[in-house]
């Protein structure tokens, strides 16, 4: 769990080229509780976020992914992250590593694992928990090796680029 004190704490969560396109979420004020993590889908459809902290830190990452590879007629995959299966539901999610590349995943186009996972664990009667640490520990394996995040634990926390 961790908090996000303002909208601008949220909007420093991403990687600096991604901050000047932000749609905020609705509905969310602030100081806001993440409890396992924050995603919402853009009005337009053509993007959605991700705001997540790796497990042992309260230092929020964010992710902004496109969707334009969404629509049509799509093949049924499976999301790497939650392992749902579908043709309606997963889809090509594509992200920056950097100005010069793009990389694609395939994960729910909704980022609503945390949901379908613990729909997953009422129906085998079990507890949540372990999945969505399983969850966030994927989520927190692709910033760091695809994207080159640094995830930092919260006792190394160091706000670059916070300067006012
Ligand atoms: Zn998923």
């Known amino acids: 769990m961790f908090r996000l004190e303002t909208d601008r704490a949220l909007i420093q969560a991403f990687r600096p080229r991604d901050r000047r396109v932000i749609e905020m979420p609705k509905g969310v004020s602030f100081p ?25 830190s309260v230092r929020p990452i964010g992710i902004i992914f496109r969707r334009d590879s969404l629509g049509g007629e799509r093949m049924a ?48 009667g079990r507890h949540p928990g372990e999945m969505l640490a399983e969850l966030r520990a994927r989520m927190s394996r692709f910033a760091q090796e695809v994207l080159g995040i ?13 300067r006012n």
């Open 32 to 56: 806001y509780f993440v409890r396992d993590y924050l995603a919402w889908t853009e009005t337009s459809g053509a993007r959605v976020y991700l705001v997540f902290a790796a497990s042992g």
């Open 77 to 124: 995959s499976m999301c790497e992250w939650c392992h749902t299966y579908g043709a309606s539901e997963v889809g090509l999610l594509t992200t920056d590593v950097n100005s010069k590349r793009r990389v694609g995943v395939s994960l729910c186009a909704d980022l609503r694992c945390k949901d379908r996972l613990e729909d997953a664990a009422d129906r085998a």
């Open 150 to 162: 640094k995830v930092e634990s919260s006792s190394s926390v160091e706000l670059s680029g916070d």
